[in-house]
């Protein structure tokens, strides 16, 4: 059985209060499960609560071993990892894989190991008792064993960032977050300064092409979860290049892509209790009545099976 519990939803920055009770303020981490095989994805807030869990179930059973997946190294992404219990449980054994930016020295290790900086936490990367090896990954196929694949996939966003395809027996969960659709950047009317005919339609092409490698990735997949920090109206006032995506762009995609279970992911941290769950009423109304596509808003504890 593969299935995905999510131990935070939310993206930027943790948003702990009144409001954000029911979908919870802590940042993105989910666990996947694959049987009895264990990977996480990224290192939110979130990560704190599931290494207690780990901890109180797992570890009762055997030494925690799990693969972890980072989708990128915003702060909203990593955060968590320094709180992670097993960390300093000599007998766990973790595979710590990501992508990096632009310079050409960074590392994931390195760039990992800042959290452990002195100036920022009282311990040092070098006590942690658990054993730890760390890959830097870009667009790839792993085979993590029984049974269990991941697939990587380059998205939109102003730092490298990786979704992850995982596929047992004939299911999949696809992460698809932080992005946003690609589009063209240059000049496409002669009116505007720097125009040229050939760069705006070779800019129209090329975005075309990146949105449907996007497509291709996320296509029949049984769940997927998918930015949806903003509503198109947001996007529109201001907030386009930031590298997130809309739920009005989500729901479109992933009919088209056939997917079974759309998750929306990634919430903005302003958005209310209240305002997530008429969201995720109004698109069940209105798309999965009409297409059958399962529409999920994302909540901190919930599991979907695929
Ligand atoms: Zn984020
Ligand atoms: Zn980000």
């Given at each position: 059985m593969l299935r995905v519990r999510f131990w935070g939803c939310r993206g930027s920055i943790p948003c702990p209060g009144v409001s954000t009770v029911e979908f919870g303020g802590n940042t993105a981490c989910l666990e996947i499960?694959?049987?009895?095989?264990?990977?996480?994805?990224?290192?939110?807030?979130?990560?704190?609560?599931?290494?207690?869990?780990?901890?109180?179930?797992?570890?009762?059973?055997?030494?925690?071993?799990?693969?972890?997946?980072?989708?990128?190294?915003?702060?909203?992404?990593?955060?968590?990892?320094?709180?992670?219990?097993?960390?300093?449980?000599?007998?766990?054994?973790?595979?710590?894989?990501?992508?990096?930016?632009?310079?050409?020295?960074?590392?994931?290790?390195?760039?990992?190991?800042t959290l452990f900086s002195y100036r920022y936490w009282p311990v040092r990367m070098n006590e942690l008792a658990a054993h730890l090896e760390y890959d830097t990954i870009k667009e790839t196929t792993l085979d993590l064993g029984s049974g269990l694949w991941v697939r990587t996939k380059y998205l939109n966003h102003p730092v490298l960032c990786l979704g992850y395809r995982f596929e047992y027996q004939g299911k999949s969960i696809v992460t698809a977050y932080d992005t946003e659709p690609f589009r063209n950047l240059f000049p496409t009317t002669p009116t505007e300064p720097g125009y040229d005919e050939d760069v705006a339609r070779e800019g129209v092409t090329a975005a075309k092409e990146a949105n449907t490698q996007i497509f291709r990735f996320i296509r029949h997949a049984d769940v997927l979860i998918y930015d949806c920090q903003y509503t198109n109206k947001e996007y529109n006032a201001g907030k386009i290049g930031w590298g997130h995506s809309t739920y009005e762009y989500a729901a479109a995609i992933a009919q088209k892509a056939e997917v079974k279970k759309l998750v929306f992911f990634h919430h903005d941290p302003n958005r209310t209790d209240a305002q997530l769950r008429a969201l995720e009423t109004g698109y069940r109304k209105r798309v999965t009545a009409k297409t059958g596509m399962e529409i999920i808003m994302a909540r901190e504890g919930d599991t979907i099976e695929a």
């Open positions: 499960r694959a049987d009895d095989k264990l990977a996480i994805v990224d290192m939110g807030t979130g990560i704190r609560a599931l290494g207690d869990w780990l901890m109180g179930n797992d570890f009762k059973k055997g030494p925690i071993d799990a693969d972890v997946f980072v989708t990128h190294t915003h702060w909203d992404h990593i955060m968590g990892f320094p709180m992670f219990t097993p960390l300093f449980v000599p007998t766990t054994t973790l595979r710590v894989r990501g992508p990096v930016s632009y310079y050409e020295d960074d590392t994931i290790e390195s760039i990992i190991s």
